[in-house]
Nanobody, 128 residues
């Protein structure tokens, strides 16, 4: 199970940190991504951290502003969002997919079909 938190209303230029708490599995064995869906739009991948944490990838629209990180000890994944813009307004979801056997660092893309487990989402609204 994945549970997101940390969403809310923030002014343009502000920051938020989203949290994703995992239960029932060890997040350190999974690749984890953050996705978002705005009203009337398709779900889009925002950021991803690989299963062994060796790599991250970001959508062009958020690169340099958002940072994904993970705390395996707390079984948590985070999305730090800075310099927020009104177009960042959306419901944000975290999603996870199992890594590969051994010491292979699994690096899925930001396509939602690659992820098996999903949270319920948290609303982020950027508005003055």
């Amino acid at each position: 199970q994945l549970v997101e938190s940390g969403g809310g209303l923030v002014q343009p230029g502000g920051s938020l940190r989203l949290s994703c708490a995992a239960s029932g599995f060890s997040v350190g064995d999974y690749a984890v991504g953050w996705f978002r869906q705005a009203p009337g739009k398709e779900r889009e991948g925002v950021a991803r951290i690989s299963s062994l944490g060796g790599s991250t990838t970001y959508a062009v629209s958020v690169k340099g502003r958002f940072t994904i990180s993970r705390d395996n000890g707390k079984n948590m994944v985070y999305l730090q969002m800075n310099s927020l813009k009104p177009e960042d307004t959306a419901v944000y979801y975290c999603a996870a997919t199992p890594g590969l056997p051994g010491l292979v660092d699994f690096e899925p893309t930001l396509q939602s079909y690659e992820y098996e487990h999903w949270g319920q989402g948290t609303q982020v609204t950027v508005s003055s």
